[in-house]
């Protein structure tokens, strides 16, 4: 099937092409509403009252646009079929001649769609005059500030307890592990790559709130259970603390983060994937102060040798360990954020803090209650290892899981004419991605490389907004912020092929 121009703009049947259907791609049926028509009709009465009253407006309910319907119980999910006959299981990889046919064919030039859309058979995409941009910086300015706050605490404290020469050495080695585990959890975001500032939020998080406060309860809980056990030698002390009560601390602390974006920012968790990326940034950071409080002790007590020793266990031996515990409750929260169910919104994220809490606990007793080096290294061999090669196993069909989440979302697209099986097929793989990008480079300049990115950015995310209606966790507005970026889709589509807007 050739890769059809759409004259009338988005919404209209194409021309040299079969006409758009009007049912529902199969496994939608009586679930979320099909791809974004809009339809001309009569603009809407207001509902009539009593005589001798005034007219109401039409509720929110009670217009189908803002409907988002949940999933009939037994409807097609991803584990039971394709959304619709004709979706591939397995896409093709993406042709860049597909493209330069495009361009040589030509698509037809959408200028008719902002007017279709003043005459209203379009919704409005006006901006929102409501905004308080004021508001949001002061905000952003407040976090700042507090950050920087806790930022110079840490360093006074690091300062004045190892000194200068030694808390630069520890900094440097705790740099270490973060050029591991960040690209790691990049690399999990490469399909619908997340905010930036949320990503760094995430990591300033875990550097600095979620180990300063750790840092206070972890000493007053060791305090209580130390008096609570009567024991009185150093050393079983600090196992008890290690075991009883830093795993539960540290793990709250890590994941209150995840829970506030699962309240506050709830459209930024699209699943199972994005839990996994905040929750593994956030245990980076904290990972990272905390290995510079163990690197400045190791070696203000035994030298360089007990520098080396920790910067080999903690930092090389072990780097994802806070990242593993911490992914489990971002698993969790993950789960909540797609579901509709009461139930399950409060009890995975709990389920998965309980996880990260136990495995931490058990971590820290095979470090702290094995009795030496020698059998820490076989216990690391023979329990420890092939936990990280099952997590790093996880890490990687959590990736492949997206790309075919993509596909099968979008799916319903191709067969309403929205978009080409080609584009499905190239937005549905990484390495299509690139080599479209370069095509648009090559062809159309910078320019086209912009609208090329911009037409996979939104693409993305116009597979997550539908993966969110097909779970039935839809925002009120999902319909809306569907035409908006269809109409995206068509603007940056018209650039890269050739066109102007």
């Known amino acids: 099937m050739s890769w059809q121009p759409y ?5 209209q049947p194409q021309t040299g092409g079969p006409a758009r259907p009007h049912h529902p791609p199969q496994g939608y049926s009586q679930g979320p509403p099909p791809p974004h028509q809009p339809q001309p009709g009569p603009p809407r009465q207001p509902q009539q009252g009593p005589p001798g009253q005034p007219q109401q407006p039409p509720r929110p309910q009670d217009d189908p646009d803002r409907t988002v319907r949940r999933r009939a119980p037994g409807a097609a999910s991803a584990a039971n079929g394709p959304l619709h006959p ?20 030509g698509r037809a030039a959408q200028a008719g769609f902002p007017a279709q859309a003043q005459a209203g058979q379009l919704p409005s995409y006006a901006p929102n005059p409501t905004q308080r941009p004021v508001l949001r910086w002061v905000l952003i300015g407040s976090i700042v500030t507090v950050f920087a706050l806790i930022a110079v605490l840490w360093a006074l404290y690091f300062l004045i307890g190892f000194g200068v020469p030694v808390t630069a050495i520890a900094l440097i080695g705790a740099l270490i592990p973060l050029f591991i585990v960040i690209p790691t959890f990049l690399w ?51 196992a008890l603390t290690a075991v009883l009560v830093a795993p539960p601390v540290e793990e709250t602390f890590k994941g209150v983060l995840l829970l506030l974006f699962l309240v506050f920012r709830r459209h930024t968790f699209d699943g199972i994937t994005d839990g996994m990326v905040y929750a593994g940034l956030v245990a980076a950071g904290f990972a990272f102060t905390e290995n510079i ?3 400045g002790m190791s070696t203000t007590e035994a030298g360089p040798a007990g520098f080396i020793i920790t910067v080999i266990m903690r930092c090389i031996a072990s780097p994802f360990a806070h990242p593993m515990f911490t992914c489990l409750t971002g698993i969790g929260v993950g789960i909540a954020a797609l579901s509709s169910n009461i139930g399950v919104r409060i009890f995975a994220p709990f389920a998965g803090w309980v996880c990260a809490v136990l495995a931490h606990a058990g971590w820290n007793a095979l470090a702290t209650m094995v009795p030496n080096a020698g059998y820490q290294i076989l216990a690391h061999l023979v329990i420890l290892l092939p936990i990280f090669l099952a997590w790093l196993g996880m890490i990687v069909w959590a990736r492949q899981r997206e790309g075919k989440l993509v596909a099968e979302h979008l799916g319903p697209y191709v067969e309403y004419g929205w978009l080409d099986r080609s584009e499905l097929q190239m937005l549905s793989s990484l390495s299509a991605r690139r080599a479209a990008r370069r095509w648009a480079k090559q062809n159309r300049g910078p320019m086209g490389l912009r609208s ?11 597979s997550c907004i539908r993966r969110r209606m097909y779970h039935g966790s839809a925002p009120v507005d999902a319909q809306l912020k569907e035409g908006r970026m269809l109409e995206a889709l068509g603007r940056e589509r018209a650039v890269f092929a050739g066109h102007q807007w």
């Open 293 to 295: 409080m163990y690197l």
């Open 452 to 462: 090329m990115r911009a037409f996979q950015d939104t693409a993305v995310d116009l």
């Open 188 to 238: 999990l975001d490469s399909y619908a790559s997340e905010p930036v500032r949320y990503l760094a939020f995430a990591f300033f998080w875990g550097a600095l709130v979620s180990t300063l406060v750790s840092l206070i309860f972890n000493t007053v809980g060791g305090v209580l259970v130390i008096g609570a056990t009567g024991a009185t030698d150093e050393g079983t002390a600090s």
């Open 86 to 105: 004709n979706h591939p299981h397995t896409p093709t990889p993406f042709r860049a001649e597909t493209l330069q046919r495009l361009a040589e064919e």
């Open 7 to 11: 004259p009338g703009g988005p919404g």
